[in-house]
């Protein structure tokens, strides 16, 4: 057995709230997002979880998750590394229209193909294959090599940067990857083996 992986999705953002698509639009956290991340970070401290290293994208909302999930494990000053590898997809066109409106307007098929297909992209933006391909070598390069020397990582993400993540972990195809779905403020606990491979996966959504 080697380390420990946890990844986290940001709580809900003012975005989720409004039901806009986001991407690299840089949204706060509502209220109810606050309280999220601080519940994830409950969670995990009673797991006895202490980090050695936190990983972050370029956007509030993931880093505040981040700091809140540290203050509640008693490691506010935890080494905190932010990258714009891990950021959400980029939405391109589609950033701030309504997704109800979308779906009206392209329909709902075609909506759900931009979401959550692998590798067909939004107009004007990333697909899950093309985020995937900044996030997995970002992975394999900065967050890796601490998860097989034992240590445990924090990640607090995004739904897709983490989606695409959670597909090369898990080894799904394309299309098993569309029916992944990640909660706000859920935390999943990866444990790796020493050669890297999955170990036992922990999703703590209650
Ligand atoms: O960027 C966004 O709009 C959301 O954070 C994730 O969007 P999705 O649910 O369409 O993947």
Redesign the pocket.
């Known amino acids: 057995m080697s380390g420990t992986l946890v990844l986290v999705r ?1 709580g809900q ?1 003012e ?2 709230l409004k039901n ?4 690299w ?1 840089d949204v706060d956290l509502t209220d109810q997002g606050h309280g999220e991340a601080r519940a994830a970070g409950q969670k995990l401290k009673e797991r006895g979880l202490k980090f050695d290293i936190a990983f972050t994208s370029d956007l509030q909302r993931a880093q505040k998750t981040c700091q809140h999930i540290l203050d509640a494990v008693g490691q506010s000053d935890l080494e905190t590394v932010r990258n714009q590898a891990l950021n ?2 980029d ?1 391109g066109d ?2 701030g229209l309504n ?1 109800d409106d979308a779906r009206d307007k392209w329909g709902e098929d075609q909506v759900h193909v ?3 297909s692998y590798d067909v992209p939004p107009p004007g933006g990333e697909s899950l294959k093309d985020t995937g391909a900044r996030v997995w070598p970002y992975y394999l390069h900065d967050m890796q090599p601490h998860v097989l020397r034992g240590e445990t990582v924090l990640v607090a993400a ?3 940067s983490l ?1 695409a993540l959670i597909m090369a972990l898990d080894g799904l195809t394309g299309e098993e990857v569309v029916k992944v ?1 990640l909660g706000t403020g859920v935390p999943i606990i990866y444990r790796l083996n020493a050669d890297s491979t999955v170990a036992s996966k922990e999703i703590l959504d209650r």
Do not use: D, I, P, V
């Not at 806009?20 to 991407?23: C, D």
């Open positions: 940001h953002s975005w989720n806009l698509f986001t991407g639009r959400e997809r939405y589609l950033a997704k931009w979401r959550r995004h739904g897709n989606r779905e």
